[in-house]
């Protein structure tokens, strides 16, 4: 949908209130993406504050790991959607 067009286009106003396409997609995104932590998954925001704090501490390039061992996957918080 948004594939070809440059950041000028992504950004123009479409309504009145000033909404673009790119403010469109980042509002629908966050809504589904709380819909999904919140209602569906069950987090709370103590669960969210821990989250932030462990992305904080991290770099966008740390392997995922669980406990002591790396996990065999090829990708790093940079790819992974924010949500808290």
Known sequence: MLEGLDAEQLRRPMTRSGLSLLGL???????????????????DERTCERARGVVAAGSLDDVPCRGEKKLQIRTGLRFVPAGC
Do not use: C, I, M
């Open 25 to 43: 997609v980042k509002h629908l995104s966050g809504t589904e993406q709380g819909w999904f932590l919140k209602t569906y998954a069950g987090f």
